[in-house]
């Protein structure tokens, strides 16, 4: 659809901004709007919903927050629908993470139950071109660690590419907007940070050599050491 006319009713009582808000949010779950739509125009809106433009801005600004919606101005401006990114997920999460009581070990457990399913797919699905851009990834980690260069992006990088190698397209956005706010820092701060990075960079070679052989047991356990390092956590021998 090209714009949300005949959909929308007038909101009633307070809080009118924030109705607004939940109508256009029903209206983009159920599939009635979608990337790439416009709403009506600001005047329109405002009949429609019978409040102010004022209070369609604000509705509006929130969606816009939200990554949902952008405002383009000019005679072919107007109210898009946008499909939310990646780092705008990431950015909730992390608040959310970050106002909760949530322990380092959770975050790791958290993280093993998540990377553990997508090993599982990526040793089944693997491809040559993915097998070999993971290769490339342990050597160019391996070669900065020897010339004294350490990027732990790069350890997060590894495992945004393995996500990748899964072949599914839920499971590697999803494992995108997580990496950021359950990355391991809290953990790897409690170990020496060269031998952090030399662990690092081991478990990542070791997990691609169990790739390569599509060995799924070897792959699972690999990753269970590497997440679960500097943890309470036991993790059962495979």
Not at 29 to 36: D, E, F, P
Not at 74 to 88: D, E, I, L, N, R
Not at 100 to 122: D, F, H, K, N, Y
Request: glycine share 8%; with cysteine.
């Amino acid at each position: 659809m090209s714009d949300g006319a005949g959909y929308l009713s007038p909101v009633t009582g307070g809080r009118a901004s924030q109705q607004i808000v939940q109508q256009i949010l029903a209206l983009l779950r159920s599939g009635k709007l979608g990337a790439g739509d416009r709403l009506p125009p600001e005047r329109q809106l405002a009949e429609d919903f019978g409040v102010s433009r004022v209070t369609v801005r604000d509705a509006l600004r929130v969606l816009e927050a939200q990554g949902l919606m952008t405002v383009k101005v000019g005679a072919s401006g107007g109210a898009f629908v946008t499909a939310p990114s990646v780092s705008v997920l990431g950015d909730r999460l992390h608040d959310l993470l970050a106002l909760s009581t949530i322990t380092p070990e959770e975050v790791a457990e958290a993280r093993l139950v998540m990377e553990l399913g997508i090993v599982s797919l990526a040793v089944e699905r693997a491809t040559d071109d993915d097998l070999e851009a993971l290769r490339a990834m342990c050597e160019a980690a391996e070669a900065a660690l020897a010339a004294g260069r350490y990027d732990p992006q790069v350890a997060n990088d590894f495992h945004g590419r393995l996500a990748i190698a899964a072949h599914n397209a839920a499971v590697t956005k999803i494992a995108e907007s997580f990496r950021g706010p359950l990355r391991m820092a809290a953990l790897r701060a409690r170990e020496d940070a060269d031998g952090a990075y030399q662990r690092t960079v081991q478990d990542h070679r070791d997990l691609f050599e169990a790739l390569l052989r599509r060995d799924a047991d070897r792959a699972s356990a690999v990753m269970s050491r590497h997440l679960t390092r500097g943890t309470t956590l036991s993790v059962p021998p495979r």
